[in-house]
């Protein structure tokens, strides 16, 4: 019901695996005398993988070519000639895609590229796990759910769609939702992921492109911040508030001022995860809602590299019900709980690990 978005396209246009060909600039059909790489296809590389980079120099025109990665200078040539054979890895930028050119200038002043979009998959096979149901509780059918969160003991959840978007503490044994404790949005605006952080708690809005900031105690408005693109889930490490988005990125902000501090993509060794969507911080991992399936990620902040998968075939099973998909991860003294939207139960769940 939600989220209908392009990205599936977009890594279509960026390439089945890892670099397409995307001459642009003067270095077209007529004009191939500068220097070019020599792959015509994908070319694989993972994080820790080096790559036998091989240019060639079609002109002895060229003063001077540079190799420029992720908008950064890599290397530069005066006067080339013939072939170039350059050991190169490009993990060290982090995963995903990255963009890699040959910029040739001309003795007449002319300046030429070939321009290409690298993408730089993980090295970890991401082990399996499996969530089994612990306890079952009650989950009130009516709660589109975005975000789950414990604080101080107490269960809070955040629902979405215009006009029903909330937050609100709810009973952890009954399921029922506060009459005191809620705030509910305009229904102009559709709830996103919450987190709670110092003495407030942080709300995405899905398409509105405002986070807003509330007292966790008053349950008062502070302020609404701006951000661009889409909200989906929230969590936080301690230091910076955690966002997801709805595609492979997920992005640490300044608590204080919402400003980007750094971005991740989420990764194993085949491509991408997309749609990564309710986020919970679990030891030191980043645990992810994949929108549409019954899994969730185990991610390493640092980098973007997926550990393991959970399979949570079970938990659906069980707690959804006549309910959507699955959505909400909750910590609370060691203890995980799961749910999804509009489900009839949530659940304590205990998770399985392949023995070493």
């Keep these: 019901m939600k989220k209908y978005i392009i990205i599936g396209l977009l890594i279509l246009v960026i390439g089945s695996m890892v670099i397409v060909p995307m001459m642009k600039g003067r270095n077209s059909v007529e004009e191939v005398e ?29 003063v001077k070519l540079e190799l420029i990665y992720n908008d950064s200078l890599y290397k530069t040539w005066k006067n080339p000639k013939g072939k170039i054979m350059l050991p190169f890895n490009a993990g060290f930028y982090g995963l995903g895609a990255r963009s890699i050119s040959l910029v040739s200038t ?3 002043g ?8 690298v993408r730089v998959l993980s090295d970890v096979i991401p082990e ?16 589109f ?8 003991g107490q269960l809070y959840e955040s629902t979405g769609l215009q006009g029903q978007s909330m937050i609100a503490q709810t009973d952890l044994n009954s399921g029922a939702i506060s009459t005191t404790k809620i705030i509910r949005l ?21 398409k509105e492109q405002k986070c807003f900031v509330y007292n966790k105690n008053t349950f008062q408005m502070e302020k609404e911040i701006p951000y661009i693109g889409e909200g989906w889930g929230l969590c936080n490490d301690g230091k910076s508030i955690i966002m997801s988005n709805g595609t492979e990125r997920i992005t640490f902000r300044n608590p204080k001022t919402f400003a980007i501090e750094r971005t991740i993509e989420v990764y194993d060794h085949k491509g991408p995860f997309v749609e990564i969507n309710e986020l919970e911080y ?21 980098n973007g590299k997926v550990l393991a998968t959970i399979d949570c075939n079970e938990i659906a099973t069980t707690g959804r019900g006549l309910g959507e998909v699955m959505n909400g991860i909750a910590q609370n003294n060691g203890k995980i709980y799961m749910t999804g939207k509009n489900w009839e139960k949530l659940m304590e769940v205990t998770i399985t690990k392949p023995s070493k």
């Design 110 to 117: 002319d300046v030429l590229s070939d321009d290409r979009v």
């Design 128 to 143: 399996v796990w499996i969530a089994k149901v612990a306890n079952s509780y009650p989950h009130n059918t009516g709660s």
């Design 186 to 206: 305009d229904e102009n605006y559709f709830g996103e992921g919450i987190t709670f952080f110092g003495d407030n708690i942080y709300q995405l809005t899905y």
């Design 34 to 62: 500068a220097a070019t790489f020599a792959f015509s296809e994908n070319l694989a590389t993972k994080w820790d993988q080096a790559i036998a980079l091989e240019i060639n120099v079609n002109s002895d025109d060229i």
């Design 106 to 108: 001309m003795s007449n």
């Design 145 to 152: 759910t975005e975000g789950l969160e414990f604080h101080q």
């Design 282 to 302: 679990i030891d030191g991992k980043i645990y992810a809602n994949v929108w549409k399936s019954n899994q969730v990620l185990v991610i390493e902040p640092l």
